[in-house]
């Protein structure tokens, strides 16, 4: 069974960083690309990052680029979110994702909630 | 303002059809790249209904079909029932922007 389970967030400071973290089992890690999406109170889902199998390819979304460094450690199966000068419009519920690109998520995490506020 | 716009609320009754629109763009579905449907619950974790445009995963009842025409995708629900009463996105990928993109949403509510 696909599990994915999040950590790493909590309240922090304007300007301030989180690293979020995804602990995946189930499945060969190694061999899937993996995303973060999240969704901010009362608002939709978005997409924030991907990451290839391989960790050769990243991707981020504009809103977050040149902020959040994605990354992964293969021989623990652990997806990474390094979230750094936070913004409160980056207050969300952060879901890691199996998947990316033009293929559905197919499987998601609970979340991790993130709130910037001081 | 999102990539692929969706209504943001549709309604039905028990029993009756609803369909919810997904329009796009030619960098994203009218490239030819494909959508997806996500069900989500308040409280629960996005759950994937339609991927590839039309398949169902197992497990989801075929109740909900998904169709791409053009520069747009539907997701269509028959029979209604109380526990669809959710919020529905469509997913993609746009070339111009290299990003996955997502619908804004649409809330099913079952009169």
């Known amino acids: 069974e696909v599990q994915l389970v999040e950590s790493g967030g909590g309240l922090v400071q304007p300007g301030g960083s989180l690293r979020l973290s995804c602990a995946a089992s189930?499945?060969?890690?190694?061999?899937?690309?993996m995303s973060w999406v999240r969704q901010a109170p009362g608002k939709g889902l978005e997409w924030v990052s991907s990451i290839s199998g391989g960790a050769d390819n990243t991707f981020y979304a504009d809103s977050v680029k040149g902020r959040f460094t994605v990354s992964r450690d293969n021989s623990k199966n652990i997806l990474y979110l390094q979230t750094n000068s936070l913004r409160a419009d980056d207050t969300a519920l952060y879901y890691c994702?199996?998947?990316?690109?033009?293929?559905?998520?197919?499987?998601w995490g609970q979340g991790t909630l993130v709130t910037v506020s001081s | 303002q999102s990539v692929l716009t969706q209504p943001p609320s549709v309604s039905g009754a028990p029993g009756q059809r609803v369909t919810i629109s997904c329009t796009g763009s030619t960098s994203n579905i009218g490239a030819g790249f494909d959508v997806h449907w996500y069900q989500k619950l308040p409280g629960t974790a996005p759950k994937v209904l339609i991927y590839g445009n039309t398949n169902r995963p197992s497990g989801v009842p075929d109740r909900f079909s998904g169709s791409k025409s053009g520069t747009s995708a539907s997701l269509a629900i028959t029979g209604l029932q109380a526990e669809d009463e959710a919020d529905y996105y469509c997913q993609s990928y746009d070339s111009r922007l290299s990003a996955s993109v997502f619908g804004g949403g649409t809330k099913l509510t079952v009169l």
């Open positions: 189930g499945f060969t890690f190694s061999n899937y690309a």
């Open positions: 994702a199996k998947g990316w690109k033009s293929y559905s998520f197919d499987y």
